[in-house]
DNA sequence: CCTTTCAGTTGCGATATGCAACCTAGTATG
DNA sequence: CATACTAGGTTGCATATCGCAACTGAAAGG
């Protein structure tokens, strides 16, 4: 494959962009990082947050469209609302994770509160890495950008 | 203190938000992927993202100010500028890829190309996942937000 | 009833984005 | 040397998105 035709196929069919679609507005991130702290009614994001009732109410239900949110109305209190994580919106914790490590590493200069922790351990876990099939972790060095094509046609050599 | 100062305070308490000041507006990640695949230069960024000059111009702008990419002058050819990603910008890859590979299985639905793969064994990189400092694989239930100074009592009173 | 709470919606000004055209320095061509 | 072309921007202007404050409407609570 050509390096243009690489660049191409990268740039049309990334996870990347698909998953920016989704989560990548303004505030999706935070609300999300709210979410998985616990936060469950639109009054809490919104004093939490401090964000405009108005954008909350657009991203909460774009997060709801797009299956990461679940939208349940409170049987106990007719008005309330709860929001709370599907499976689709508990798996972007890596991301929301590596995202705060670097925060925290390059931007900040400190560890944030609070702190996530092994709830066995009692230790703060560890920092979110890149990994081989085998459990090695890799630096860019160790990685190379390969066609899926090019790839199987090496295993059948092989 | 001022409405700003109270935002920008509010902005860098959390790792997140910290991280998303910097790469959070709308085509910093697409423009950091490009970087990752070997983009260096602007007409390259442009034409393979199909991005607006003026935009392009602001955010290449943006990451240099914020050290995640360095901007050389190209010696063979003095039109030429050369953006490339620091060691800051290069610790950004478990964010793009805990990104790609949750696009790749909850919006695409299937693995993008070109793939990433350990250089030397040839397979692709693993997931990427939350772990505890021995090395376990720990999801949601296994975790705890806990307040750090309350960790420090406890680490104390044991 | 009267008040408060919750989860929004509406109007409107400020900000960010996208597009096309233009600009400047440097390079290739004849 | 003159001319054309390239790389990396900038400028002007239209549109889209955001943020704030005020308002709404249904449901509790007293």
Same mark, same amino acid.
Request: proline share 4%; hydrophobic share 40%.
């Given at each position: ?45 919104? *004093?939490?947050?401090? /964000? +405009?009732?108005? $954008?909350?109410?657009?991203?909460? &239900? =774009? ?57 066995? *351990?009692?230790?703060? /876990? +560890?920092?979110? $890495?890149?990994?081989?099939?085998? &459990? =090695? ?22």
């Amino acid at each position: 494959m050509s390096r243009a035709e690489q660049l191409r196929d990268l740039f049309t069919e990334c996870g990347i962009s698909a998953a920016l679609e989704v989560v990548g507005e303004r505030w999706s991130f935070l609300i999300l990082r709210g979410a998985f702290n616990g936060l469950r009614h639109f009054e809490e994001f919104q *004093t939490n947050l401090g /964000i +405009a009732r108005n $954008i909350l109410s657009n991203r909460l &239900g =774009r997060l709801v469209e797009h299956g990461i949110l679940r939208r349940d109305p409170d049987p106990a209190d007719r008005r309330k609302v709860t929001y709370r994580l599907t499976e689709k919106g508990r798996d972007l914790l890596p991301v929301l994770l590596s995202l705060r490590q670097w925060g925290e590493r390059w931007i900040s200069g400190m560890p944030s509160n609070p702190v996530l922790v092994d709830r066995y *351990t009692r230790k703060p /876990i +560890a920092p979110i $890495i890149v990994q081989s099939a085998d &459990g =090695r972790e890799l630096s860019l060095r160790d990685m190379e950008w390969v066609d899926r094509d090019d790839l199987e046609r090496e295993a059948d050599a092989a």
